[in-house]
């Protein structure tokens, strides 16, 4: 593998798991008064088109971070929609 | 230009563009404490990785994409440690 792919997967490990700790702060604290719920239903309709696009064009990367971000979105409304 | 890459785009903007609601809020309410450090300082340290590599394959989506979103999770964490 070149070292510039590497370089995009540790990118889009970093930019898919950023939403972990997010989630967890949700959890733990069970509030999300400060958390937009525009942000995570525009993020998830995102993702849910680069999930469209990653299949399309047969990339594992695309398709396998962004069905954890869409997974993590979703949460994430789940969450602020419970606890807002 | 083929209509998958139309889907592309659109999922990039999309995801980009969902971060600009969740600065609005922070700036509007003076109030982040929802918000989580972590993923905004995650999410910067990936954007800036995303755009070494999409400089380095000169992809212009990937450039764009990540200068915006790298700029709105600046803004982030700087409301972040001013309204915490």
């Known amino acids: 593998m070149e070292s510039i792919e590497?370089?995009?997967?540790v990118a889009a490990t970093l930019t898919t798991s950023s939403?972990?700790?997010q989630v967890y702060k949700a959890f733990k604290?069970?509030?999300?008064?400060?958390v937009s719920l525009t942000m995570y239903t525009v993020l998830l309709v995102g993702t849910l088109l680069w999930l469209?696009?990653?299949?399309?064009i047969q990339s594992m990367s695309v398709?396998?971070?962004?069905s954890i971000?869409?997974?993590l979105a979703v949460l994430m409304l789940i969450l602020k929609l419970k606890y807002q």
Chains 1, 2 share one sequence.
């Open 52 to 56: 469209v696009y990653g299949i399309n």
């Open 6 to 9: 590497i370089v995009g997967l």
């Open 19 to 21: 939403f972990v700790p």
């Open 29 to 34: 604290n069970k509030s999300t008064k400060d």
């Open 63 to 66: 398709i396998l971070a962004n």
């Open 69 to 71: 971000t869409s997974l």
